[in-house]
Antibody, heavy 117, light 110 residues
């Protein structure tokens, strides 16, 4: 079964840092681009970042550029999101998702990040 | 403000049909495949339609997708109360090199 499991969310103060992880199983992780998508409470989906299979191509939403860093470890079947200089508006559930062409499937269950003092 | 534009809400009676529109531009919908996602309350998004009109295995044929120019449409026939959810369209924006989603449409089955 193809599965993605996020971890690392929690409560952090404004200006703080957090590292999210996404563990993949059930497919050849190293063959796919991976993405992070977030959803603020009561809001819609917002694409955050994408990384190609070999990490050659990396893209970010303007809202996180310069603060967030996406990375992956194909040997560990894992995707990461290092989040620095966190702001209240970064509060959201963060989902990792496998990218196939221009669509995302599957999605993980999400991990909640709360930025508050 | 989402890059792709969807109506905030739609509603219809059980057994009826509903359509949800998604409008974009030449740099996103106009030159890329569109996908649709269903998000039931309290759960992660789930792929419903990919490559404009293809259904993943397990998705009933009550769900359909189409695209014309810079717009796409999700259709749902034979509405069931279990279809009540938020629906999102998505694609890739080639000029910005970013993923883009619509703001989401809340479906109510009256």
């Amino acid at each position: 079964e193809v599965q993605l499991v996020e971890s690392g969310g929690g409560l952090v103060k404004p200006g703080g840092s957090l590292r999210l992880s996404c563990a993949a199983s059930g497919f050849t992780f190293s063959s796919y681009s991976m993405n992070w998508v977030r959803q603020a409470p009561g809001k819609g989906l917002e694409w955050v970042s994408s990384i190609s299979s070999s990490s050659s191509y990396i893209y970010y939403a303007d809202s996180v550029k310069g603060r967030f860093t996406i990375s992956r470890d194909n040997a560990k079947n894992s995707l990461y999101l290092q989040m620095n200089s966190l702001r209240a508006e970064d509060t959201a559930v963060y989902y990792c998702a496998r990218q196939i062409g221009s669509y995302f499937d599957p999605w993980g269950q999400g991990t909640l990040v709360t930025v508050s003092s | 403000q989402s890059v792709l534009t969807q109506p905030p809400s739609v509603s219809a009676a059980p057994g009826q049909k509903v359509t949800i529109s998604c409008s974009g531009s030449s740099s996103n919908i106009g030159n890329n495949y569109v996908s649709w996602y269903q998000q039931l309350p309290g759960t992660a998004p789930k792929l419903l339609i990919y490559d404009n009109n293809k259904r993943p295995s397990g998705i009933p044929d009550r769900f359909s997708g189409s695209k014309s120019g810079t717009s796409a449409t999700l259709g749902i026939t034979g509405l069931q109360t279990g279809d009540e959810a938020d629906y999102y369209c998505g694609t890739w924006d080639s000029s910005l090199s970013v993923g883009v989603f619509g703001g989401g449409t809340k479906l109510t089955v009256l």
